[in-house]
């Protein structure tokens, strides 16, 4: 049966846990007919991407596990000219050592760039799905097995059930059958205060506003600490509406297509 993987993002701490076992696994390791043996430097057939994002006080890093998407329709294998991307049954795409002539048109044709090329034996490499492993009595790859939250995982697509219903593949690739999923891939988030600046207070329970361009309105309190944040919410340019009884309504654009954004301290004038 066709197996998938599936990646929760919302778990991820960014431990790099997948990208070491992975590093241990190949390095130094000859799994032929797998894969001959990943170099000690240049290649993460697992690599785990970071992205900040915000402005200070309101920070986050963003963690994305990459990998080979093991595609139904890969564009790697389309361009190889010498049959050495082979498709097992399990849905595993294996790009074979000794079938492999060194073009490098693979390397181009990826659109997440996860193909690899070994100067010293001139061929090209990347993830096996840790095929090796599965045919002889693991029941998950590496990097599953090695992660404690259970961000990435491997399973038949029916055993999944309703977490693929929001999950979706990585925007690059569109179009070649993915058959990595993600969950909560990071959309925008904009956070503020607001704060009382004459009595020096922050305003607890203040309701903020966040229109969309299509008119879509999402609300919220400001919590104990006069915080407010909109989260996993799509870039667009909003207006905000802030109240609080007893002051002034306050309004202010937040321009969110390109970059989260941290608002600061949003002060109210009192009536």
Same mark, same amino acid.
């Given at each position: 049966m &066709?197996?998938?993987f599936?990646?929760?993002l ?30 000690? &430097? *240049? ?7 970071e992205? =900040?994002?915000? %402005?200070?006080?309101?920070? !986050?890093?963003?963690?994305t ?6 595609? #139904?329709?890969? /564009? ?10 082979e ?8 790009l ?5 002539? +060194?073009c490098r048109d693979?390397?181009d044709a990826?659109p997440? *760039?996860?193909?690899y090329? @070994? $100067? %010293? ?6 993830c096996?799905g840790? /095929?090796?492993?599965?045919? @002889?009595g693991? $029941?998950v ?7 404690a939250? $259970?961000?990435? !995982?491997?399973? =038949? $697509?029916s055993?999944?059930?309703d977490?693929?219903?929001? #999950?979706?593949?990585l925007?690059?690739?569109? *179009?070649?059958? /993915?058959r ?6 990071p959309?925008?988030f904009? /956070?503020?205060?607001?704060v ?8 607890? +329970? ?9 008119? &879509? =309105? ?7 600490l006069?915080d407010?944040?909109?989260d996993?919410i ?5 207006q ?7 002051f %002034?309504?306050?309004?202010? &654009?937040a ?5 989260? !954004? ?6 109210l004038?009192?009536?």
């Amino acid at each position: 049966m &066709t197996k998938v993987f599936l990646v929760d993002l919302s778990h991820c701490n960014g431990c790099y846990n997948c990208q070491i076992v992975c590093k241990d696994e190949h390095c130094g390791q000859d799994w032929q007919p797998y894969a001959a043996a990943q170099p000690d &430097t *240049g290649q993460f057939w697992m690599r785990l991407d970071e992205k =900040e994002r915000g %402005q200070v006080p309101w920070v !986050r890093v963003a963690h994305t596990p990459i990998f080979c998407s093991h595609c #139904a329709d890969p /564009a790697c294998a389309a361009a190889c000219s010498s049959n050495a991307f082979e498709r097992r049954d399990d849905g595993l795409i294996v790009l074979s050592p000794q079938k492999c002539t +060194g073009c490098r048109d693979c390397l181009d044709a990826c659109p997440l *760039g996860v193909i690899y090329f @070994n $100067e %010293q034996l001139n061929i090209a490499q990347k993830c096996t799905g840790c /095929a090796h492993l599965l045919d @002889n009595g693991w $029941e998950v790859p590496r990097c599953v097995d090695a992660c404690a939250h $259970e961000v990435i !995982r491997y399973a =038949e $697509e029916s055993e999944f059930g309703d977490l693929l219903r929001d #999950a979706e593949t990585l925007p690059a690739m569109d *179009g070649c059958g /993915a058959r990595v999923y993600y969950r909560n891939l990071p959309r925008r988030f904009m /956070a503020g205060s607001v704060v009382d600046l004459k009595a020096d207070e922050l305003l607890i +329970g203040a309701e903020v506003k966040a229109r969309a361009s299509d008119g &879509t =309105e999402l609300t919220l309190m400001t919590d104990d600490l006069g915080d407010f944040k909109f989260d996993q919410i799509a870039p667009d340019m909003y207006q905000l509406t802030i109240s609080a009884k007893g002051f %002034q309504e306050h309004t202010l &654009t937040a321009d969110l297509r390109d970059i989260d !954004r941290s608002l600061g301290d949003i002060a109210l004038t009192s009536i």
